[in-house]
């Protein structure tokens, strides 16, 4: 019968690395010249949620994204698709008489519905999520058995930073060194309750999309810069701030921040060439360094992505309450909008 029709729903957060990958060996399987570490975040306010359903009624393979239908044909969806449905299992729910067998897989099609949780104009990663989520609500709904660390290796061929949204907490990401791409997966470093007071903010400078897709930056560095290639073989850490404020607390090997001009010019050479960061985004960096000098001590760490808008890390809730009121006061909102929807997520900090 073509009645029936099966589903899953998984949610996944997005993450913010504090050692960038940044260059890719190869753009196909999206392998990266350097590792990389990141932190996931509370899933509550940024974060992917997507239903995948099955049924014979379905004719071809379609996707939704925030309510609207985009195309499946790019080669990062398929690719995801593919090494799914290759280790599809056999499924079978007797009550509602359902039996799919690992041949039948090749010829269902899916239908995809995701969102997005936070504004989608808001200029924020969203590919992490959003493709870990992809291959985690197929793998599912397809009984595929494979653990965290393969479906990571397959999330990773959607958009690369996406194979460590897999895990929650201090995620690294291993280059690996096959040509197959077998190795080049997620582990998870400390789990979400390691740091759970650790807070990060990110002040969202643009609301446009990005001009420059991480792609092409990654490409144009790694073809026009002579530092890229000293910064994959040392694992250097570009945020010195991050170092201090001690935000890695399991060893990263080699990390150094003993040539501090090497590590300046690189972070310009990466700004410069991508033009990215807006004037607002050096006010910030301002803001944050003039804090810390004040201070005497470093309070807050700032990183960026391929972006303008500013991810800041507080070590604690108390930390993260001043940076807010310090953000708020450097930047205020117009007198007509309210508080409410001018910070969003848990506003519970600024009390
Ligand atoms: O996941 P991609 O391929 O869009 O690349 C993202 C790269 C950065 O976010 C800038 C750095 C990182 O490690 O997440």
Known sequence: SKRWILMTTAQTPTNIAVIKYWGKRD?????PINDSI??????EHLCTTTTVAVSPSFDRDRMWLNKKEISLSSDRYQRCLREI????????DEKKGIKITKKDWENLHVHIDSYNNFPTAAGLASSA???ACFVFSLARLMNVKEDLGKLSAIARQGSGSACRSLYGGFVKWNMGKNDDGSDSVAVQLADEKHWDDLVII?????SRQKETS?????RETVETSKLIQHRAKVFLCPLTCLIHLNISPYRINRVTNKDNRRLVSELHLIFLILILARVQSFRIIGCVEKWNSAEGSPQAAYTFDAGPN???????RKVAAL???????HFPPHPDTDLDSYVIGDKSILK
């Open 27 to 31: 753009e196909n399987l999206i392998l």
């Open 310 to 316: 500013a991810v800041l890390i507080a070590r604690n």
């Open 85 to 92: 449905r290759s280790r599809a299992n056999d499924f079978e």
């Open 38 to 43: 990141s932190v996931t975040l509370d899933p």
């Open 214 to 218: 991480s792609t092409t930056g990654m």
């Open 323 to 329: 940076l807010l009121q310090r953000l708020l006061f």
């Open 202 to 206: 990110i002040a969202v400078v643009s």
């Open 129 to 131: 999520a959003g493709f």
